[in-house]
């Protein structure tokens, strides 16, 4: 099963060593430019790239990795003929899953750690850490694994690799947006503090925004709401177990479905 495993996706598993080398040198080449800060002449030509980058790396994993796992099996029947083998449905299953994922999994582990690894260092220029948020630390892990599982659970349900594909791409998008916009600035009420505002869009406070999570600029009211730099991997802990919560439901999904209902 493990050399099956590995004749079906080999081209995948080489695919993903390339995106890996390229996101690493884009990490390194970013880090020596400093790309990860914005100062007065702004961001490095290296750091939009990565930022870019490492946003869509989850959701690629998803649609291209996760979706056509089983999905193409199903519609092509190869599933089939591997159980009628000898080999167990539960076992083809579990190799399958546990050899792809394991992979994406250490993948993705080592991207997040490198990235927090350079954005934190003590000598890193001052750096807006929270536009980085998603790009890094366990987070970035459990986006990955969420993306992963589901395009897994819909190609055992859809039972098509394109559509499974399309479906993954716009829940993915949905959820993360969702998550984003509505959730992540009130997992702990945001700070506020006096501002005073001039007519040409400077802002004066008492604050440190210098590596703050500026939510909004109150003008009416003569405030801006923040969340500190203090709450960053408490906010990384949320939002890992929200997303790896998610991506336990889908397993138990994908596994449920493949070995009750395929046939």
């Known amino acids: 099963m493990i050399w099956t495993t590995w004749r079906q996706h080999r081209g995948e598993a080489l695919a993903g060593l390339g995106v890996l080398a390229v996101v690493t040198g884009l990490t390194v080449a970013t880090n020596a430019y ?26 690629l994993v998803g649609v291209f990795v996760g979706a056509p796992l089983l999905a193409r ?16 449905r539960g076992r083809w299953l579990g190799v399958k899953l546990a050899l792809v994922f394991g992979v994406v999994l250490v993948a993705a582990a080592g991207i997040g750690a490198l990235v927090s690894a350079f954005l934190w260092l003590p000598n890193q220029p001052v750096t807006p850490r929270w536009i980085w948020f ?12 969420f993306a992963f599982w589901f395009g897994v659970a819909a190609g055992a349900v859809i039972g098509r690799s394109y559509p499974a594909m399309a479906l993954t791409l716009v829940v993915y998008i949905a959820a993360r947006v969702l998550v984003e916009v509505l ?26 925004l210098s590596q703050a999570w500026v939510i909004v600029f109150d003008v009416h009211r003569g405030l801006v709401v923040y969340q500190p730099l203090e709450r960053f991997w408490l906010f990384q802990s949320i939002e890992t ?3 790896l919560g998610l991506a336990a439901l889908l397993v138990a999904v994908a596994v449920h479905w493949t070995t009750r209902r395929v046939r």
């Open 34 to 59: 400093r790309g990860f800060s914005l100062g007065p002449s702004g961001p490095a030509p290296v750091g939009p790239w990565l930022l870019l980058t490492l946003g869509s790396l989850p959701c």
């Open 73 to 88: 099996d199903l519609e092509h029947h190869t599933h089939r003929l591997v159980w009628t083998q000898g080999t167990p």
């Open 183 to 208: 959730l992540r600035p009130h997992y702990l009420e945001a700070l506020s503090a006096p501002a005073t505002f001039t007519n040409n869009g400077g802002v004066t406070t008492g604050a440190d």
């Open 241 to 243: 177990a929200l997303f």
């Open 134 to 145: 998603d790009m890094q630390g366990p987070a970035f892990v459990a986006y990955t694994a």
